[in-house]
């Protein structure tokens, strides 16, 4: 056996079960062994996406992703993709493999690209130590970390030398200190009015990277006892969904009365969230007086955005119970012993501070998005993209995962459409690329085949990332492909307009984007007005055999009013 072979089993044998990637002669023997020993390969158009798809469905399984790509441009081409989950903490493994020789023409300096988008670099050192290298990579991955495993040619064709193979290391989650617990339970023993902002560390909490489970129960149990309001960062959307204290998403895409309510706590505890300035809108959104904890299990997060009165190094899970038990009876972490107290057992407070009935109320009534007034602008010619999501929303079926690419248009089906947990809504705008949203959607699909797939996607990043319309169709994912059509790069116009600067480089003429979707196979509507969405009924109603695109031509007045935070970050 190759040692490409003895790798790709190695591989599925620690649990790789979907393998994304476009395959070359490098990378052809692995893939080969990875489906081999039990793992689901599924092609990709452009390695960008499978690298993204890889990625999404990380997120959305809540295990590790594994991408699979040629020596050389198919490592380049994922770059972006790369760079995305390095930046997101997505554990993603990416088997490249490589020209050794400099003078290769696919030689690339594999360790450099790694370092340069921040993900972590591993090799294939010889035929000998290989299996112990791939195992070493897996284990990097599993802790939240985007690892690039090179394979140089000539080691995977070399025979395979059997030699000991190492077992995985027990890891435990990151207990708070006593002295943290006792702190944080004092300052939320005393506050009126908390709230709490969950993250990407209460999603997919550090050491459980390997399971589905999520932060939820913890935090609801301590936010129950303390009285708090909860919220969440963008891509922990839909976290406390149900919750009636649930504010959805702090930040740019807080509705007016969330922000409100963020702004006038008097205690806001960040739970694996960075506090960044989109999350706090440059610090908006803290109060002037308002004590400000944050609880991360990796120490160098603390105070990296914005400054803390109070950091934990922490698990978040284990730190709410801890927390939580020493506010319900005075026990302090590290007693131990008792039994360990079931959800909604803490005592609550929902008649102090915040919760009273009347916000209660209030939250039901205006927190959405959707339930906030607007002028309707839809001229007949052009549909406005808030009445546009609002019907969709009306539309399509709540179990749905929502996948949203970069641009002018992304908070509207951000905002607008609600999901059904944290798992409905894939967010992969770490990096801040257009043209990932279609991939996105396409990984996500992949890890929730249930769940009907909504990509939501700007016209420059819906034909950015145009080849992985094939793989829909390919794959036979009943998805919706949501265009908000505004034939431009909207954002920079709406950047750069009220400057009087020229326009034409990033103005488009019109494209008949649903001609293009059913070039490739879907089905295509074009919607100009809320009347055009009965085609889009009819798709729902129907067999759903081919995936559906719609190209909406929607009205572009002015810069939507999330953008204006990002204009004030560069
Ligand atoms: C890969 C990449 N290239 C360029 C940009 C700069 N950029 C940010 S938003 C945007 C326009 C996106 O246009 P579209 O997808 O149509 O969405 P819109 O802003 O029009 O709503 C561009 C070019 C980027 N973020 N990523
Ligand atoms: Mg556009």
Aim: aromatic fraction near 6%.
């Amino acid at each position: 056996m190759r040692v490409a072979e003895a790798v790709g089993h190695h591989l599925a044998k620690l649990g790789g079960e979907v393998v994304f990637g476009v395959v070359g002669s490098g990378n052809f023997h692995v893939t080969n062994a990875l489906i081999a020993g039990g793992a689901r390969f599924l092609a990709a158009r452009h390695e960008g996406g499978a690298a993204v798809m890889a990625d999404a469905w990380a997120r959305t399984a809540g295990r590790p992703g594994i991408v699979s790509v040629h020596q050389g441009p198919g490592l380049t081409n994922a770059m972006t993709g790369i760079a995305e989950a390095a930046k997101s903490r997505t554990p993603l493994l990416v088997l490249a493999a490589e020209a050794p020789e400099i003078r290769s023409n696919f030689h690339v300096d594999v360790a450099g690209l790694a370092a340069a988008v921040g993900a972590e670099a591993d090799r294939l050192y010889s035929p000998a130590s290989a299996l112990a290298d791939a195992f070493r990579a897996y284990q990097t991955a599993l802790g939240r970390r985007t690892v690039i495993l090179a394979m140089p040619l000539n080691v995977q064709a070399a025979p395979w030398q059997a030699g000991s193979v190492p077992t995985a290391p027990r890891s435990y989650p990151a207990a708070p200190s006593p002295e943290a617990v006792t702190a944080v339970a004092a300052v939320l023993r005393g506050c009126e009015r908390p709230v709490f902002i969950a993250g990407r560390g209460a999603r997919s909490p550090g050491v459980r990277a390997v399971s589905r489970v999520s932060a939820r129960a913890e935090l609801e149990r301590l936010a129950d006892a303390c009285g708090a309001l909860l919220t969440t960062s963008a891509v922990a959307k839909g976290l406390f969904r149900g919750n009636p204290w649930d504010l959805d998403v702090s930040g740019g895409f807080a509705s007016p009365l969330a922000a409100e309510l963020i702004t006038r706590a008097d205690v806001i505890v960040g739970w694996g969230c960075s506090l960044n300035m989109w999350t706090m809108r440059h610090g908006r959104l803290i109060g002037t007086g308002t004590t400000l904890i944050q609880v991360d299990d990796d120490a160098s997060a603390l105070g990296a955005h914005r400054p803390v009165h109070l950091g934990v190094l922490g698990d978040v899970a284990e730190t709410a119970r801890a927390v939580a038990d020493a506010l319900v009876d005075g026990r302090e972490a590290g007693d131990g012993g008792g039994e360990p107290e079931s959800p909604g057992t803490a005592g609550t407070r929902d008649t102090r501070g915040y919760r009273s009935a009347e916000l209660r109320e209030r939250i039901a009534r205006e927190v959405r998005w959707r339930d906030v007034p607007f002028a309707d602008e839809s001229d007949g010619q052009r549909i406005d993209p808030r009445a546009l999501s609002i019907a969709l929303d009306d539309l399509l079926p709540a179990e749905r995962t929502v996948a949203v690419d970069s641009g002018n248009f992304m908070g509207y089906p951000s905002m607008f459409l609600s999901v059904p947990d944290e798992a409905g809504f894939c967010f992969t705008q770490a990096f801040q690329s257009i043209g990932l949203g279609l991939a996105s959607a396409i990984g996500a699909a992949v890890a929730r085949p249930e769940r009907l797939a909504v990509a939501a996607l700007g016209d420059g990043g819906a034909l950015m990332g145009v080849s992985e319309l094939e793989t829909v169709v390919r794959l036979g994912i009943p998805m919706v492909v949501v265009v908000y059509d505004d034939e431009a790069y909207g954002a920079e116009v709406h950047h750069f307009g009220p400057d009087g600067d020229p326009l034409d480089t990033v103005r488009f003429p019109p494209a008949d984007i649903a001609a293009i979707g059913r070039g490739f196979g879907f089905e295509g509507v074009t919607v100009r007005r809320a009347g055009d969405l009965g085609a889009v009924r009819g798709w729902l109603n129907g067999p759903r055999e081919r995936p559906l695109l719609i190209d909406a031509k929607v009205t572009s007045s002015r810069g939507s009013w999330w953008l204006q935070e990002a204009f004030r970050g560069h």
